[in-house]
């Protein structure tokens, strides 16, 4: 079945990098993928990896991915206070899926 | 460039009432359509999909139900709510061929009483 894990909570200091980590169980994953969560709003798709790559940069983001321990992170360097919010990890299934697998969200407070 | 719209973005309803609530897409066609659930302190869940209008798939068995009455509106129907079912839902869409690329919409706080 499928099972993906977050921390709940992460607080960092406004200029540090963060990192944030999830796993899974399902070794079928065809796409991982980041979303972030502002307060009240929708999700918001960051960015999302192909499970044959290990890992895929975009601007202060780097995803992660160890496909051999089913871990992927999400590092965001510099981080800024308008960086805090829900960020869910998620994967899909397979090649006919239409849906994703969620974790529960890492609550990812920047102190100033 | 592609909108997607909830509405309410909160409601509060008694036990045993009825529930509809709503997603419009603007800016694309023929887009695949999904409601998700988040409850609290738990991840999200999908509900129900949609390739087409009138085709619905649901994920979950319970008193919820879908419809897809026109090509970008997708509704979200109980005709007696329990309290099990206060969340946060969700309304995203894809692009046909691009379905694991999911946006959502700004999602509706349901708090059943």
């Known amino acids: 079945g499928e099972d993906v894990e977050q921390s709940l909570f992460l607080s960092v200091r406004e200029g540090d990098s963060s990192v944030i980590n999830c796993t899974y169980t399902d070794s079928s994953s065809t796409y991982l993928y980041w979303y972030k969560q502002e307060p009240g709003a929708g999700l918001q798709l960051l960015t999302y990896i192909f499970s044959n790559m290990d890992m895929k940069q975009d601007q202060r983001l780097t995803v992660l991915l160890n496909k051999k321990d089913k871990h992927l992170s999400l590092r965001i360097a510099d981080t800024q206070t308008g960086d805090s919010a829900i960020y869910f990890c998620a994967e899909s299934i397979g090649t006919g899926a239409n849906n994703l697998f969620f974790g529960t969200g890492t609550r990812l407070t920047v102190i100033p | 460039s592609q909108t997607i719209h909830q509405w309410p973005a909160t409601l509060v309803q008694p036990v045993g009432s009825p529930l509809s609530l709503e997603c419009t897409v603007e800016g694309t066609s023929n887009p695949n359509l999904y409601w998700y659930r988040q409850a609290a302190g738990r991840g999200l869940q999908l509900l129900f999909y949609?390739?087409?209008?009138?085709?619905i798939s649901s994920e979950v068995p319970q008193n919820l139900s879908a419809s897809r009455p026109q090509d970008r509106q997708f509704i979200l129907s109980s005709k007696k709510l329990l309290l099990s079912d206060s969340g946060f839902y969700l309304c995203?869409?894809?692009?046909?061929?691009?379905?694991?690329?999911?946006?959502f919409g700004p999602g509706t706080r349901l708090t059943v009483t």
């Open positions: 949609s390739v087409g209008i009138g085709q």
């Open positions: 995203a869409w894809s692009l046909k061929g691009r379905k694991r690329e999911q946006y």
